[in-house]
């Protein structure tokens, strides 16, 4: 519901068909947002750096397909979007990756191709594995964690950073952008 409200108080929109949601996070609490973006009737791009949590939500009907290729990710988001296709696509990958992608589709071509976003990754933890820096793969940072908190940390702030600025810059030309209380806009904050 809460995608089906968003498109309909921000975008003023009942339908959702060709409207593109982006966001990231398919563990527990944010499983269901493939799910959700298709009974809404967009597109949700959901980015996931632990391909388990990926593979468990495609075993159970919620996310349709599974890509780790921004360059196909792109391409089926622009074909559902102009085809008016539902579609649950996870990206396996860091969604700063994917939101600076979208920015660069933006600056290249002057088309935004995400109308709402955001943000379920569990940034009320997250220099405690809750958040995972670009910077790195999932298990690079799972070892650094273990081994050096502080350069994690400084990690994550630094893609929490660059997390922000890709959004700050979409949202400028028109996206709608929301956490959903995950502390996500308060870590940005945080880290400057």
Not at 93 to 119: A, I, K, M, Q
């Amino acid at each position: 519901l809460t995608v089906l409200n968003a498109g309909r108080r921000y975008l003023k929109a009942e339908d959702l068909s060709g409207k593109v949601f982006v966001t990231s996070g398919l563990g527990g609490m944010s499983g269901a947002q493939a799910k959700a973006a298709v009974i809404a009737g967009c597109v949700g791009i959901i980015a996931e750096v632990d391909e388990a949590a990926l593979l468990k939500r495609h075993k159970q009907g919620w996310l349709m397909e599974i890509s780790n290729n921004l360059d196909h990710c792109i391409a089926r988001l622009r074909d559902a979007r102009k085809n008016k296709i539902a579609l649950s696509l996870g990206y396996h990958g860091n969604v700063v990756d994917l939101w600076e992608r979208l920015v660069h589709e933006l600056d290249t071509t002057g088309e935004l191709l995400v109308d709402l976003g955001s943000d379920q990754t569990s940034c009320h933890n997250p220099f405690n594995g809750g958040y995972y820096p670009v910077q790195l793969g999932f298990e690079e940072a799972k070892k650094l964690l273990s081994t050096n908190p502080g350069k994690f940390r400084t990690l994550v702030q630094e893609s929490l950073r660059r997390h922000v600025a890709a959004i700050n810059r979409l949202a400028d030309k028109g996206m709608f952008f929301w956490d959903y209380g995950n502390a996500f806009l308060l870590e940005a904050q945080r880290a400057g």
